[in-house]
Protein backbone atom coordinates (compact mmCIF):
# COMPACT_ATOMS: atom_id res chain seq x y z
CA UNK A 1 0.00 0.00 0.00
CA UNK A 2 2.32 2.75 -1.52
CA UNK A 3 -0.20 5.75 -0.56
CA UNK A 4 -0.59 4.50 3.16
CA UNK A 5 3.07 5.03 3.37
CA UNK A 6 2.99 7.83 1.61
CA UNK A 7 0.98 9.43 4.08
CA UNK A 8 3.02 8.04 7.34
CA UNK A 9 5.90 9.70 5.72
CA UNK A 10 4.41 13.47 5.17
CA UNK A 11 2.80 12.79 8.76
CA UNK A 12 6.00 12.37 10.24
CA UNK A 13 7.73 15.22 8.34
CA UNK A 14 5.72 17.89 10.48
CA UNK A 15 7.58 18.94 13.47
CA UNK A 16 4.43 19.54 15.42
CA UNK A 17 2.88 16.30 14.83
CA UNK A 18 6.32 14.48 16.20
CA UNK A 19 5.92 16.38 18.94
CA UNK A 20 2.30 14.70 19.74
CA UNK A 21 3.54 11.34 18.85
CA UNK A 22 6.73 12.02 21.34
CA UNK A 23 3.59 13.12 24.00
CA UNK A 24 2.03 9.96 23.31
CA UNK A 25 4.79 7.92 23.87
CA UNK A 26 6.03 9.15 26.88
CA UNK A 27 1.70 9.18 28.35
CA UNK A 28 -0.74 7.24 26.10
CA UNK A 29 -4.33 8.07 26.50
CA UNK A 30 -4.27 11.91 26.06
CA UNK A 31 -7.21 13.71 25.47
CA UNK A 32 -6.81 16.78 23.40
CA UNK A 33 -6.71 19.04 25.94
CA UNK A 34 -4.21 17.21 28.00
CA UNK A 35 -2.26 17.25 24.61
CA UNK A 36 -2.61 21.09 24.19
CA UNK A 37 -1.90 21.95 27.48
CA UNK A 38 1.79 19.69 27.62
CA UNK A 39 2.89 21.05 24.00
CA UNK A 40 1.73 24.44 24.53
CA UNK A 41 -0.46 24.52 21.18
CA UNK A 42 -3.83 25.46 19.95
CA UNK A 43 -6.69 22.99 20.22
CA UNK A 44 -7.74 24.19 16.11
CA UNK A 45 -3.85 23.57 15.28
CA UNK A 46 -3.77 20.40 17.28
CA UNK A 47 -6.86 18.83 16.10
CA UNK A 48 -5.81 19.43 12.30
CA UNK A 49 -2.56 17.53 13.18
CA UNK A 50 -4.46 14.80 15.23
CA UNK A 51 -7.32 14.37 12.00
CA UNK A 52 -3.24 14.21 9.85
CA UNK A 53 -1.75 11.18 12.15
CA UNK A 54 -5.03 9.68 12.51
CA UNK A 55 -5.57 9.36 8.58
CA UNK A 56 -1.91 7.94 8.69
CA UNK A 57 -2.95 5.38 11.32
CA UNK A 58 -0.65 6.95 13.27
CA UNK A 59 -2.08 6.96 16.28
CA UNK A 60 -6.05 5.52 17.18
CA UNK A 61 -8.71 7.17 19.34
CA UNK A 62 -11.02 5.42 21.89
CA UNK A 63 -13.93 7.25 23.54
CA UNK A 64 -14.53 7.86 27.10
CA UNK A 65 -17.91 9.06 27.39
CA UNK A 66 -17.48 13.15 26.37
CA UNK A 67 -13.39 12.74 25.83
CA UNK A 68 -11.47 11.30 23.01
CA UNK A 69 -8.42 9.47 24.03
CA UNK A 70 -5.86 9.30 22.01
CA UNK A 71 -2.89 6.38 21.53
CA UNK A 72 0.11 6.06 19.94
CA UNK A 73 -0.64 3.20 16.84
CA UNK A 74 3.02 1.62 16.30
CA UNK A 75 1.84 -0.30 13.22
CA UNK A 76 2.81 1.91 10.94
CA UNK A 77 6.45 2.38 11.88
CA UNK A 78 6.92 -1.35 12.28
CA UNK A 79 6.17 -1.55 8.68
CA UNK A 80 8.89 0.59 8.12
CA UNK A 81 10.90 -1.62 10.33
CA UNK A 82 10.11 -4.52 8.50
CA UNK A 83 10.61 -2.85 4.87
CA UNK A 84 13.55 -1.09 5.38
CA UNK A 85 15.31 -2.20 8.99
CA UNK A 86 14.04 -6.45 8.55
CA UNK A 87 17.01 -7.23 5.88
CA UNK A 88 19.97 -5.86 8.48
CA UNK A 89 18.77 -8.45 11.74
CA UNK A 90 16.81 -6.57 13.59
CA UNK A 91 15.05 -8.40 16.15
CA UNK A 92 11.41 -8.73 15.42
CA UNK A 93 9.11 -6.06 17.15
CA UNK A 94 11.90 -4.49 18.85
CA UNK A 95 10.92 -1.33 17.96
CA UNK A 96 7.64 -2.18 18.84
CA UNK A 97 7.97 -3.52 22.03
CA UNK A 98 10.49 -0.34 22.91
CA UNK A 99 7.62 2.52 21.93
CA UNK A 100 5.14 0.32 24.33
CA UNK A 101 7.38 -0.21 27.21
CA UNK A 102 8.46 3.14 26.85
CA UNK A 103 5.18 4.73 27.87
CA UNK A 104 4.90 5.90 31.12
CA UNK A 105 2.51 4.77 34.22
CA UNK A 106 -1.31 5.75 32.97
CA UNK A 107 -2.48 8.59 35.63
CA UNK A 108 -6.32 8.37 34.60
CA UNK A 109 -8.23 5.09 36.65
CA UNK A 110 -10.79 5.02 33.61
CA UNK A 111 -8.88 5.03 30.21
CA UNK A 112 -8.07 1.86 29.02
CA UNK A 113 -4.45 0.36 30.44
CA UNK A 114 -3.49 -0.69 27.02
CA UNK A 115 -4.55 -0.15 23.34
CA UNK A 116 -3.54 -2.14 20.06
CA UNK A 117 -4.63 -1.48 16.57
CA UNK A 118 -3.86 -3.61 13.38
CA UNK A 119 -5.26 -3.78 9.93
CA UNK A 120 -6.05 -6.52 7.91
CA UNK A 121 -6.84 -7.78 4.47
CA UNK A 122 -10.05 -9.63 5.39
CA UNK A 123 -13.35 -9.29 6.31
CA UNK A 124 -15.23 -8.77 9.95
CA UNK A 125 -16.75 -12.31 9.70
CA UNK A 126 -12.96 -13.94 9.16
CA UNK A 127 -11.48 -11.70 11.77
CA UNK A 128 -14.31 -12.91 14.72
CA UNK A 129 -14.41 -16.57 13.51
CA UNK A 130 -10.42 -16.56 13.90
CA UNK A 131 -10.40 -15.35 17.44
CA UNK A 132 -13.20 -17.53 18.35
CA UNK A 133 -12.19 -20.52 16.65
CA UNK A 134 -10.33 -23.20 18.46
CA UNK A 135 -9.05 -24.57 15.52
CA UNK A 136 -7.63 -21.30 13.85
CA UNK A 137 -6.28 -20.25 17.43
CA UNK A 138 -3.97 -23.25 17.50
CA UNK A 139 -2.91 -21.52 14.63
CA UNK A 140 -1.52 -18.89 15.44
CA UNK A 141 -1.63 -18.18 18.87
CA UNK A 142 -0.50 -21.58 20.34
CA UNK A 143 -3.34 -22.52 22.45
CA UNK A 144 -7.20 -23.50 21.73
CA UNK A 145 -9.63 -20.84 22.71
CA UNK A 146 -12.69 -22.83 23.81
CA UNK A 147 -16.32 -21.47 24.55
CA UNK A 148 -19.43 -21.34 22.75
CA UNK A 149 -18.73 -17.64 22.56
CA UNK A 150 -22.05 -16.81 24.18
CA UNK A 151 -22.56 -13.68 27.13
CA UNK A 152 -22.29 -15.57 30.49
CA UNK A 153 -20.38 -18.30 29.54
CA UNK A 154 -17.03 -19.30 30.16
CA UNK A 155 -13.84 -19.58 28.17
CA UNK A 156 -10.35 -21.51 28.36
CA UNK A 157 -6.85 -20.82 26.79
CA UNK A 158 -6.09 -24.55 26.53
CA UNK A 159 -2.77 -25.91 25.46
CA UNK A 160 -2.27 -28.22 22.37
CA UNK A 161 -0.34 -30.28 23.87
CA UNK A 162 -3.27 -32.89 24.38
CA UNK A 163 -2.72 -32.08 28.45
CA UNK A 164 -5.93 -30.69 28.30
CA UNK A 165 -4.33 -27.87 30.59
CA UNK A 166 -5.57 -24.03 30.42
CA UNK A 167 -3.42 -21.35 31.04
CA UNK A 168 -6.18 -18.44 31.13
CA UNK A 169 -9.33 -19.15 31.80
CA UNK A 170 -12.16 -16.31 31.81
CA UNK A 171 -15.75 -15.33 30.88
CA UNK A 172 -17.23 -13.91 27.86
CA UNK A 173 -18.70 -10.54 29.02
CA UNK A 174 -19.89 -9.28 25.18
CA UNK A 175 -20.09 -11.13 21.84
CA UNK A 176 -21.68 -9.42 19.31
CA UNK A 177 -20.83 -11.09 15.73
CA UNK A 178 -18.75 -10.37 13.30
CA UNK A 179 -17.98 -6.34 15.80
CA UNK A 180 -17.20 -7.16 18.88
CA UNK A 181 -16.25 -9.21 22.04
CA UNK A 182 -15.47 -8.76 25.41
CA UNK A 183 -13.77 -11.59 27.64
CA UNK A 184 -12.01 -11.73 30.77
CA UNK A 185 -8.85 -13.12 31.65
CA UNK A 186 -7.99 -15.09 34.73
CA UNK A 187 -5.43 -17.66 36.39
CA UNK A 188 -7.47 -20.41 36.87
CA UNK A 189 -7.54 -22.35 40.13
CA UNK A 190 -6.78 -18.54 41.90
CA UNK A 191 -8.14 -19.13 45.39
CA UNK A 192 -8.80 -14.97 45.51
CA UNK A 193 -10.18 -12.60 43.41
CA UNK A 194 -7.91 -10.42 41.86
CA UNK A 195 -7.68 -6.58 43.09
CA UNK A 196 -10.59 -4.61 41.11
CA UNK A 197 -11.59 -7.55 39.22
CA UNK A 198 -9.70 -10.16 36.55
CA UNK A 199 -8.10 -8.11 33.35
CA UNK A 200 -10.67 -7.45 30.77
CA UNK A 201 -9.87 -7.30 27.14
CA UNK A 202 -11.94 -5.77 24.31
CA UNK A 203 -11.83 -7.29 20.68
CA UNK A 204 -13.42 -3.88 18.58
CA UNK A 205 -13.39 -5.03 14.43
CA UNK A 206 -14.88 -2.55 12.18
CA UNK A 207 -14.34 -2.11 7.96
CA UNK A 208 -11.88 0.24 7.32
CA UNK A 209 -12.00 0.67 3.75
CA UNK A 210 -11.56 -2.59 1.74
CA UNK A 211 -10.16 -4.04 5.05
CA UNK A 212 -11.05 -4.46 8.63
CA UNK A 213 -9.35 -2.09 11.65
CA UNK A 214 -8.65 -4.72 14.57
CA UNK A 215 -8.96 -3.08 17.80
CA UNK A 216 -7.20 -4.67 21.08
CA UNK A 217 -7.87 -2.55 24.75
CA UNK A 218 -6.93 -4.67 27.64
CA UNK A 219 -7.71 -2.90 30.72
CA UNK A 220 -7.33 -3.84 34.79
CA UNK A 221 -3.81 -4.41 34.30
CA UNK A 222 -2.01 -4.87 37.72
CA UNK A 223 1.19 -2.97 37.50
CA UNK A 224 4.01 -2.31 34.75
CA UNK A 225 5.14 -5.96 34.49
CA UNK A 226 1.57 -6.37 33.47
CA UNK A 227 1.90 -4.20 31.26
CA UNK A 228 5.24 -5.26 29.66
CA UNK A 229 4.41 -8.61 29.00
CA UNK A 230 1.15 -7.45 27.13
CA UNK A 231 3.47 -4.95 25.01
CA UNK A 232 5.07 -8.14 24.27
CA UNK A 233 2.55 -10.49 23.79
CA UNK A 234 -0.39 -8.82 21.47
CA UNK A 235 1.94 -7.21 18.88
CA UNK A 236 2.96 -10.53 17.99
CA UNK A 237 0.00 -12.90 18.23
CA UNK A 238 -1.99 -9.88 16.08
CA UNK A 239 1.06 -9.97 13.40
CA UNK A 240 0.56 -14.02 13.35
CA UNK A 241 -3.30 -13.41 13.33
CA UNK A 242 -2.88 -10.76 10.44
CA UNK A 243 -0.39 -13.18 8.12
CA UNK A 244 -2.65 -16.52 8.46
CA UNK A 245 -5.51 -14.54 7.23
CA UNK A 246 -3.94 -12.94 4.45
CA UNK A 247 -1.80 -15.39 3.41
CA UNK A 248 -2.56 -18.95 4.82
CA UNK A 249 0.41 -19.35 6.62
CA UNK A 250 1.66 -18.05 10.40
CA UNK A 251 4.91 -16.47 10.86
CA UNK A 252 8.25 -18.52 10.87
CA UNK A 253 9.04 -17.36 14.59
CA UNK A 254 5.33 -18.05 15.91
CA UNK A 255 4.74 -15.75 19.11
CA UNK A 256 4.53 -19.06 21.77
CA UNK A 257 6.20 -17.57 24.44
CA UNK A 258 3.58 -14.87 24.96
CA UNK A 259 1.69 -17.66 26.78
CA UNK A 260 4.84 -17.73 29.46
CA UNK A 261 4.35 -13.78 29.20
CA UNK A 262 0.28 -13.67 29.72
CA UNK A 263 0.24 -16.72 33.08
CA UNK A 264 3.21 -14.73 34.99
CA UNK A 265 1.07 -11.16 34.55
CA UNK A 266 -2.41 -13.17 35.54
CA UNK A 267 -0.27 -14.51 38.12
CA UNK A 268 1.39 -11.00 39.28
CA UNK A 269 -2.24 -9.22 39.23
CA UNK A 270 -3.60 -12.00 41.66
CA UNK A 271 -0.67 -12.65 44.11
Known amino acids: MSGDMDRVF???????RRRLLDSLRKDDGQTLGQL???LEMARQSATQHLAALEE??????VRRGREKLHYLNPVPIYDILQRWLAPFEQPRLRTLAAIKQSAEEL???DKPDYVYVTYIQST?????QALTDADLTADYWGHSNVSDWQ?????EHVRTDGSGIADVVGKVLESTPPSRLVITFEEPGASEPAPGGPSRVTFDIEPYQDIVRLTVIQENLADDEAFRAISHGWPAVMANLKSLLETGHVLSQPPWEMHADLRAAQMAKQG
Open 10 to 16: RALADPS
Open 56 to 61: ANLIST
Open 151 to 155: PGSTW
Open 107 to 109: DMT
Open 36 to 38: CGQ
Open 124 to 128: PSRVF
